[in-house]
Every structure is written in C-alpha cells, then in structure tokens.
C-alpha cells in the first residue's frame, strides 16, 4: 500500500507551478496532478534523481 503524505505549500514552492491542478499523491519519488476544472486530466510526474528534475511519466496505453 502507497505511504500517502500531505505537502503544504510552504513546503513546497513548486506547487504554485500547476495553479490549474491539485497535488493528489506525493511520495518523494512521484507525484500526480489532478485538474481542477473536470478532474479528467491526470499528470503523472516522476523524479529524476540523477537531475533532481521533476519530468512527466508517458501516458501508457
């Protein structure tokens, strides 16, 4: 079962990067958006740990 955990803002800035989408799921290594206007779209963020760069995870079909 994933360890959910709550980000608070102040604790991470990056958030304010997506003012169209709420931070669902934040482990440290992934992260998932959803929309605020449908709650249809759904990002899928994984890190980069080589970088320490947030990059979107190809949807998968």
Known sequence: MPRWSITYLEDMPTLAQRPDSDLKYD???????????????????????????????????
């Not at 290594?29 to 190809?58: C, F, K, N």
Request: no cysteine; net charge negative; aromatic share 6%.
């Open 27 to 61: 482990d440290g290594q992934t992260r998932v958006w959803v929309s605020r206007t449908d709650g249809r779209v759904v990002l899928v963020e994984r890190l980069d740990e080589a970088t320490g760069v947030w990059e979107p995870d190809p949807p998968r079909s």
